[in-house]
């Protein structure tokens, strides 16, 4: 089948995350496409509306995908909206994921802000599944407030299975007896050795640039600090050049890149 | 043999590097405290006549507002500072101080301290630098909540 021809997907669950974000259990119809890594994206595809590029939130080698939306737009706003038992498109898997393997020996720190927690959920999954390869893992998770984070059920198990998890938001409520601010200020807190670690980040930009700096502050390096980058991604093949930053496209050589990679290109403005 | 207070100052990051000399000073305006969960550490008005170190637990700064009551403007973890009014006149606190947990702290008194760099202006300028720092690294992540990153391009 030709990259660009969507595989037929059913709806077999839907679960509102947040108030805006909704997560669809998808079983193919017939065959489907190849397990994706984790980091790796799908072209999702409501039919007749259009196609946007979607974390995979969570693997498995049953066939099953699982996938994060924020409903944002014309497309995601269809896809939130499917009932179970509905279809949707799937092209897939995209992109270069995180590098797992990579990481054995070393402290892991995952750095996630608001829906970023999403395409990190499966590496969060492989570091745990892997467990014995790795020293210290450390999640540090911020978002704008406590009913915007999300899957707070399995933080619970992450912390269970050897995960320093770290929550904090930018606005608290009355309930919340967690810390407030920025997602940052977790770092300078630590509880991993910098000099080894290697992380993994996912959020808006502008927080992993300021998130970046004070990795690199603490002693993380470049080519060991990983971000996924979200860009206007169309056909996912590296064809039509939407998705161009710099020399590179993100939805073939990206969207995970090593900051030593990136930095530069972030700070153009134009781009 | 228990740490000495100049010993127990010099853990704090804010003071990480000050000479012996220095730490000592500090030490000489500096005591332990605590509070339980749930304590007010000092109310906004209130004459800021010291600051703290936070050793362990975690201090909420609060603004109350009328008819939603107590808004966390912030919370101090452990290693970090609470309150620099004790630094600028009128030596008030500009927010509400609330322990969440218990908390264990390093508490310095503003005025034996204000004295202290007023006759060594070496020890009041490391402390000014140190303090503007602390400043610099909140103002920054002021803006960055300011900008509410997470909200929706529209």
């Known amino acids: 089948m030709s990259v660009m021809t969507p595989s037929t997907y059913l709806v077999s669950e839907r679960r509102r995350e947040t108030e805006d974000t909704f997560t669809l ?40 995908l699982v996938q ?3 409903d944002v737009g014309a497309v995601t706003h269809k896809l939130c909206a499917l009932e179970q038992g509905t279809t949707v498109g799937v092209r897939g898997p995209l992109g270069r994921g995180w590098p797992i393997d990579e990481l054995a020996g070393a402290d892991v720190v995952v750095v996630a802000g608001g829906l970023g927690l999403a ?10 599944a892997k467990r014995e390869l790795f020293e210290r893992l450390v999640l540090l998770y911020g978002a704008r407030t406590p009913g915007d984070l999300l899957f707070l059920d399995e933080l619970e198990h992450w912390r269970d299975g050897g995960f320093d998890v770290q929550l904090t938001v930018d606005a608290a409520d009355a309930e919340w007896a967690g810390p ?18 290697a992380a993994l980040m996912c959020g808006p930009e502008v927080m992993m640039r300021f998130t970046a700096a004070a990795l ?9 600090t990983y971000v996924s980058l979200e860009r206007s991604m169309k056909c996912g093949v590296g064809q039509c050049g939407h998705c161009q ?27 | 043999m228990a740490r000495g207070l100049d010993a127990v100052v010099l853990d704090a990051p804010v003071f990480a590097g000050l000479d012996e000399e220095q730490a000592v000073q500090l030490a000489g305006c500096a005591r332990t405290t605590g509070w339980d969960d749930g304590d007010t550490l000092f109310r906004e008005g209130d004459p800021a006549d010291a600051f ?24 101090i973890e452990p290693g970090e500072v609470v ?11 500009h927010f509400d101080g609330r322990a969440v947990g218990a908390v264990r702290a390093i508490q310095l008194d503003g005025a034996c301290l204000r004295s202290k760099c007023d006759a060594d202006p070496a020890l009041g300028y490391e402390l000014m630098r140190r303090f503007s720092q602390v400043m610099l690294e909140r103002l920054q992540a002021t803006r960055l909540r300011l900008a509410d990153v997470y909200a929706v391009p529209r």
């Not at chain 1, 072209?43 to 099953?64: K, N, Q």
């Not at chain 2, 703290?52 to 919370?75: D, H, K, Q, S």
Request: contains cysteine.
């Open chain 1, 25 to 64: 259990e998808l079983e193919p119809r017939n065959g489907g496409i190849d397990a994706p890594q984790p980091g790796q994206f799908t072209m999702l595809y409501a039919w007749g509306v259009g196609e946007v590029p979607i974390s995979v939130s969570a693997v498995d080698d049953t066939g099953r």
């Open chain 1, 68 to 70: 994060t939306i924020r």
């Open chain 1, 119 to 128: 395409p990190l959920r499966p590496a969060v999954h492989a570091l745990l």
């Open chain 1, 180 to 197: 407030v601010g920025v997602v940052g200020k977790l770092v300078a807190r630590g509880g991993f050795d910098a000099g080894s670690a």
């Open chain 1, 216 to 224: 690199l502050e603490r002693g993380v390096s470049a080519e060991r």
């Open chain 1, 245 to 271: 930053i710099g020399p590179t496209l993100v939805c073939v050589d990206g969207p995970v890149y090593t900051w030593a990679e990136m930095a530069r290109w972030l700070s153009v403005r134009e781009l």
């Open chain 2, 52 to 75: 703290y170190v936070v050793r362990r637990g975690r201090v909420a700064l609060e603004l109350f507002v009328p008819n939603r009551g107590a808004l966390t403007i912030e919370t």
């Open chain 2, 83 to 93: 309150g620099w009014s004790w630094l600028f006149p009128p030596y008030r606190w």
